[in-house]
């Protein structure tokens, strides 16, 4: 979704220095990454009295939202509108004179630096607005304009794009990078085609509805949508908004764009008490200092430009062979089996719905990891699709590996025991707004409780494509898998083969890191690690590794973070997108329209854009789901902790007291809730104030059918399954009827991300 | 008796009901499937304004300074220890009862299997040993503090002086050393939901 919205460092509210944060579907104190210090952020500012925050949620979560905790609101939101909620803050933002201009108008980060901020936006960019130019809705490039660029850096990888705005001072079209300060709002003729800056584009959708409808749409009331954007506007750069949750819908670009809009709107990108980069690690598992992990000898020469993902990720319909070959054969606009998806990245969903339908290839040997795809995606044709899995005509083989037989794994051929957290490796960037620079770095805290092999190695996953990658002689495995950086090289057969290696360039990172102390390795029981581990790394690199793990790994002095002038002091080139070009020229294959490129709302759809009401009657089903992360379960795990399970039995369809009053149900009542489709989610009502008029709150993570709820014969050997597991309910969602005919099984999704439709869609609910 | 007198105060403002306390006190005390020595009741509350809040009240044993349970036991296996926090001894425990019918927070539940009652203890063998109660080390949003109130100078002492002193069934008197902040602004809100017991119905919301 980030290849629509912006370039640049990956950026989360500062919670250490703000004065104002807007979350939106994602809950402090209730999720989040990680919600732990989330939690404890929100509530040592809140308690400090140095900021305000307001939660824009359809559930009303388990979080910072406490009855005595001052300065911080819960706000009831209708699922899937906050595109029309933000909307909605931009056109009072607009009418108020209430956002940054100087930002807006700096057409290049050496400009947004001048005016103080530290980003840019294409806001003032120019935008061809002319059907018949084959350039149309694209951003204006030199050529387009007519204008002369500078000679190309013979040494440079790639060459920069010059793009067009109207140069303030001179009144005339420019690059994009040589000018100081562009005209914001302009609409012209340039070079005899018809332009629009991004800026002027983005007034458009947002001034089709006026506040009063738009807090029809979001079930947020005038007067609330108008004080968040005064106080979102009240705070300089130490303001910012936050979003997720929302964007698992079939309106998620809007919900992505809008908060990102929201952001750009007062310039807070990578201003200290904004909106600060976060995630920021020193190279590990790539060409480090020591190893080149990222380098492989021999790979072959594949990616998104030559092959394809299973999962119709990362090209768009019109740049696939089959395109080309159905044109070429004479078909006039052909439609594909399921829909593409430039803007999205590898998708699990979307893959699983590639898989069952053999489109658009058939997956014959299909390898699934730490991965419960089916428990994940909104439940709708769940029959269907595992029946389809199961057969060896549509998935010839499947291997999966885990440490619990799932949902997803149930239907392998062959399941490889997996490692679980406590005995496993990885180099991870720090998370939960913590905004240092450094890496968490996991290792084996146990021996692992899977088998033993003859050589002494457990089995996990990494032993075993060690184990299979040297057998096949693929690149990277084997003898001289990875290179030294002093040229030496190295095997791979195991798991500490890779990551203490990893390690060891985390450690020799600038400045490298001292050695531990031997009375510290003692002190820690590092004297005593496996023989295998210390020949993983030199004899010289050891001593630092262990100072690493010693350390729980590699963090910097965390004042780095703040830079000068108010900046972040990991700022770098940062632009955000008011016009995403990339969704404008998406050709929707379904009906021949494009989606607007600004921030907008639009409601609720199916594949061809057609809105989901012209097919089902909102009559009939009034409400949508908002459907959020669980307390005592994770996504697809945690049903197998009988601690879990103790806290909290099964979920609930979660009403409104209003619409339990129109219909007649009363707390604990059994109720049915039910898709145009006809799936149905049948489970005691909690009828609750906290949560949006006409929405069903659903904890995730409830309703396994596998994942040891299941009786599991192997070889004639039967363990008996615990019912308990599988208590409660997973989601169901509508179906697309645009793509889902003709024996083609797929559910619904966001037409711009792929991200399955979780939050929103159509149900009815009745007593059961 | 000695000088020290442990006790807890929790923040309500502050607890999210995230309920890793309940978990880490399991872990920590090999507390049996279906029982608890601390958990948090959930519920929606409306404030004065109309807006809607999400209320967590952390529960465990109060231990009592005029404790009923241990007035009642027969055999002296409930009992109070020097550091003023209320203890059972297993071994002289003989599964009668009378201390969790006389306990007016429902705090004490008894072994199924050896029959034997249990409750928070204030993790006994930490504290011996200058630790925290697990559920304290393990609160993600620092809501419960611990200490010895006798001492002016511990962080609970002065966080109970400056008004976090409100106790459950105040009027019961029983001098309890669990005390909270927030309590009675909360309890005075409207209820708005069932009460949850971590995520399990504890009260069935009524309607308005």
């Not at chain 1, 509108?81 to 931009?90: E, H, K, L, P, R």
């Not at chain 1, 009240?234 to 670009?253: E, I, L, N």
């Not at chain 2, 809040?53 to 007035?71: G, S, W």
């Amino acid at each position: 979704m980030r290849a629509l919205t912006d370039t640049g460092n990956a950026l989360e509210p500062d919670l250490e220095e703000c004065e104002y944060v807007l979350w939106m579907g994602t809950f402090p104190g209730s999720n989040g990454k990680s919600m732990q210090s989330i939690a404890k952020q929100v509530a040592e500012r809140l308690a400090q009295g140095k900021c305000k925050m307001d939660v824009i949620d359809p559930v009303l979560g388990n979080g910072n939202v406490t009855p005595t905790m001052e300065g911080i609101n819960w706000i009831p939101i209708k699922p899937a509108t906050n595109g029309a909620f933000c909307s909605a803050v931009v056109r009072w933002m607009i009418e108020n004179d209430a956002y940054a201009a100087d930002l807006l108008a700096a057409p290049n980060y050496a400009a947004g630096m001048a005016a103080g901020f530290a980003s840019f936006t294409n806001a003032s960019h120019l935008v061809i607005v002319d059907d018949a130019n084959p350039n149309n809705r694209k951003l204006m490039r030199a050529a387009d304009a007519g204008l002369e660029t500078p000679p190309a850096d013979p040494e440079a990888k790639t060459q920069p794009t010059y793009y067009v705005v109207i140069d303030e001072a001179t009144g005339q079209p420019a690059l994009h990078t040589a000018s100081d300060r562009a005209l914001l709002d302009w609409e012209g003729e340039v070079n005899g085609v018809k332009v629009r800056t991004g800026f002027s584009l983005l007034r458009e959708p947002i001034f089709e509805r006026d506040m009063d409808e738009y807090a029809e749409i979001t079930g947020v009331s005038r007067g609330e949508i108008e004080r968040i954007a005064r106080e979102f506007t009240s705070h300089g750069v130490k303001s910012s908004t936050r979003a997720a949750g929302s964007t698992c819908a079939q309106t998620g670009f809007d919900a992505s764009m809008g908060f990102r809009t929201l952001n750009t709107m007062i310039g807070c990108n990578q201003m200290i008490g904004g909106n600060v980069p976060f995630g920021l690690a020193p190279t590990s598992t790539g060409d480090g200092p020591r190893y080149k992990l990222g380098a492989v000898k021999g790979k072959p020469d594949v990616s998104t430009k030559n092959a394809t993902y299973i999962s119709r990720t990362a090209r768009p319909w019109q740049k696939t062979d089959e395109y080309a070959a159905r044109v070429a054969a004479g078909e006039k606009d052909p439609q594909p089996k399921l829909p593409w998806y430039p803007a999205g990245v590898a998708s699990d969903n979307q893959a699983l719905f590639s898989v069952v339908n053999q489109y658009p290839y058939q997956a014959k040997i299909m390898m699934t990891w730490m991965n419960n795809v089916i428990q994940n995606t909104p439940n709708g044709l769940r029959a269907a699709v595992t029946e389809r899995l199961a057969d060896p005509a549509v998935v010839p083989l499947h291997i999966a590996c885990d440490v619990v037989v799932g949902e997803l794994a149930q239907y392998a051929d062959y399941i490889v025991p997996d490692t679980n957290p406590f005995e496993s490796f990885g180099v991870v960037a720090p998370q939960g707004h913590w905004h240092g620079k450094g890496a968490g770095v996991r290792w084996q805290a146990k021996v692992p409780g899977t088998m033993e092999l003859p050589d002494g190695r457990y089995a996990s996953f990494e032993a075993f494509i060690c184990d299979v990658g040297r057998a096949c002689g693929v690149p990277g495995f084997g003898d001289d898998a990875i290179a030294g950086a002093d040229g030496s090289s190295w095997a791979l057969d195991d798991v500490a083969d890779y990551f203490l290696k990893a390690v060891a360039n985390l450690a020799y990172a600038e400045p490298v890191i001292d050695d531990i102390s031997d009375e510290e390795a003692r002190m820690q029981g590092l004297d005593d690690l496996p023989a295998s581990w210390k020949a993983a790394v030199t004899a010289e690199e050891w001593p630092k590794v262990l100072k690493a793990l010693s350390r729980g790994g590699r963090f910097y002095p965390v004042f780095t973070r703040v830079g000068k002038d108010g900046r972040s002091g990991y700022a770098k080139e940062y632009q955000s997108f008011v016009y995403s070009e990339l969704r404008a020229t998406n050709k929707n294959p379904y009906s021949g329209t494009f989606a607007c490129g600004t921030l907008g709302y639009t409601p609720e759809s199916f594949a061809n854009w057609s809105p989901m009401s012209e097919w089902y009657s909102p009559e009939e089903y009034p409400f949508a789901a908002a459907n959020y992360k669980p307390r005592f379960r994770t996504v697809t795990m945690e049903a197998n902790s009988p601690i879990m399970r103790d806290l909290c039995a099964e979920n609930y369809l979660e009403i409104s007291l209003e619409d339990a009053a129109a219909l007649g149900i009363r707390d604990g009542d059994r109720i049915r809730a039910t898709t145009p489709a006809g799936d149905v989610m049948e489970a005691p009502a909690m009828v609750r104030a906290g949560v949006a008029a006409g929405t069903i709150g659903i904890a995730h993570g409830y309703g396994h059918e596998a994942y040891g709820a299941q009786d599991v014969d192997i070889d004639g050997a039967m363990t008996k399954g615990n019912p308990a597991i599988g208590s409660g309910f997973n989601i169901q969602q509508v179906v697309d009827p645009v793509v889902a005919k003709d024996g083609v099984l797929y559910g619904a999704a966001d037409n711009d991300g792929s991200t399955p439709l979780r939050n929103g869609g159509m149900f009815k609910i009745e007593k059961a | 008796m000695s000088d020290i007198r442990l006790g807890m105060l929790i923040d309500l403002s502050r607890c999210v009901g995230c309920n890793a306390c309940a978990v880490a006190c399991k872990q920590e005390n090999g507390v049996p499937l279906g029982k608890f020595n601390t958990w948090i009741e959930s519920w929606d509350v409306v404030d004065g304004s109309g807006r809607v809040r999400r209320a967590n009240l952390p529960r465990l044993c109060n231990h009592c300074t005029d404790a009923p349970c241990v007035d009642v036991c027969p055999t002296g296996a409930s009992f109070h220890a020097e550091d003023g926090t209320v203890q059972i001894d297993p071994d002289k425990c003989i599964g009668c009862k009378y201390c969790m019918a006389a306990c007016p927070y429902s705090m004490r539940w008894c072994d199924d299997e050896t029959g034997i009652v249990g409750k928070c203890t204030f993790c006994h063998t930490r504290t011996a040993n200058g630790m925290d109660p697990a559920c304290v080390n393990t609160c993600i949003s620092s809501a419960r503090i611990f200490g010895d109130l006798n001492d002016p100078d511990s962080e609970i002492a002065k966080r109970v002086a400056a008004g976090g002193d409100e106790v459950l069934l105040a009027e019961l008197n029983l001098r309890p050393h669990v005390s909270y902040r927030g309590l009675e602004e909360t309890q005075a809100m409207e209820a708005a939901s069932a009460k949850h017991k971590g995520g399990n119905v504890y009260e069935p919301y009524e309607g308005r």
